[in-house]
């Protein structure tokens, strides 16, 4: 971008933002800049010393041509998920894209006046993933990023690495790595036994003694089409594995019986066993008129029946956008579209559902762009939005104790419905 008054003087915006006097030729880094990965500029064509900078983490403003900058936060964190504790106030985790995982309170003593910035603060991981607290020790966290896992201490401030395999696969294409990891790789904890922690690949990899070793309980629970696990981009390997393709995407154990643990793939497989991984099923085929390649983006086990899950499955990435939510009650041996009703739309693909803690076939869904409930098991749906933004609703939880349903948005940061009790 030449600047106004001097076609010498140009800025690039990368990463980085880079500066020259000299039509080129030279650049050096503007190294005060606020924030980074840099994607606009506007220079004030009236007074060109005012310069304002969009990146990933502020609105970066100067009024003195560069010399210093100042970083201004909107609110429009991108959440990839949500969960909470068990503390009062109870806290809520999430890692945010471009920033780190977060955890802040629910609630303050300032009432009105909001929850000061100050209270949150890091608890290891980095922009993509999960962030779970251990559901009886709340000072442990288990963190998702883009190298792996991490195992964070409140107590210490201490996190520490606890990947199933040392060796990262950037830049190389899926079909070369050992264990093939998405960006958002999922974890979960098994609800019988805290110290049961699941994380997926192409396998289910389980630990039971804090991340110190890990073993593979399942085999590729892919379709593993290695034409889907080239490289991207062109001159530039563009492979930090959000664009993995043929990796699990969701597990989640059966809060009523355990060892009966499903799984759900980006390339649109669905996985079942009942045994902890000894023997598991595949019950895609079950599914009335499924189109291939959707990407399974929640699994909600019943806590009323074992038998029964609830599934949502995303197609926008091959261009089908209408909600596809299902629910079995027979381990996958059938399964039933609930979403028939959601009125269609292009942002109407739908991305987490939940099931209420205390009234069975009380239902919530969050889709691309709105939160919709359920009285009566999926049957029918009705918004629930009041005054929440419309902006995608990538996850839901529920703090039973409160009755609160938390709300995770890829754009609009956390949300709290109060006290749901039906």
Known sequence: EPFIFSLNEIYTIAGTIGKSLDGGENFKRVTNMVGGDNHDMWIDPLIPDRMVVGNDQYVSISTNRGESWHGVSLPIAQMYHVYVDNQIPYYVY?????????????????????????????????????????????????????EGLDRFDLRTGHSRAVDVWPIDNYGSAASTAKYRWQWTFPI?????DHNKIYVGSQYVHQTTNGGESWEIISPDLTTND?????????????????????????????????????????????????????????VTRNFP????????????????????????????????????????????????????????????????????????????????????VSFNDGKNWIPLQNNLPHAPVHWLTIQEHFNDLVIGTYGRGFWILDDITP
Do not use: M
């Open 188 to 192: 979960a904890i098994s609800p019988h």
């Open 289 to 372: 008129d499924l189109p291939p390649w959707g990407t399974v983006s929640n699994l909600e086990p019943s806590r009323y029946e074992a038998g029964t899950c609830y599934i949502t499955i995303d197609f926008h990435q091959v261009n089908i956008r209408d909600p596809h939510v299902y629910k079995t009650t027979d381990y996958g041996k059938n399964w039933t579209s609930i979403s028939s009703d959601i009125p269609k739309s292009e942002l109407s693909y739908a991305h987490c559902v939940r099931e209420d803690p205390v009234r069975k076939g009380l239902l919530y869904l969050g889709t691309e762009n709105a939160l919709y």
């Open 94 to 146: 999430g890692n945010r894209q471009d920033g780190p995982s977060f955890r802040g309170p629910s609630n303050s003593l300032f009432g009105k006046r909001g929850i000061p910035s100050g209270l949150w603060h890091s608890v290891g991981g980095s922009e993509c993933g999960f962030a779970i607290p251990d559901p009886v020790d709340n000072n442990i966290i288990w963190s998702g990023n883009f």
């Open 226 to 282: 290695k034409s889907k696990q080239q490289l991207t981009g062109g001159i530039t390997q563009d492979d930090t594995q959000p664009t993995y393709c043929c990796v699990l995407f969701a597990i989640a154990e059966s809060p009523v019986e355990q060892g009966l643990i499903w799984t759900g793939s980006n390339d649109g497989l669905v996985h079942v066993t009942r045994d902890g991984g000894s023997n598991w099923t595949n």
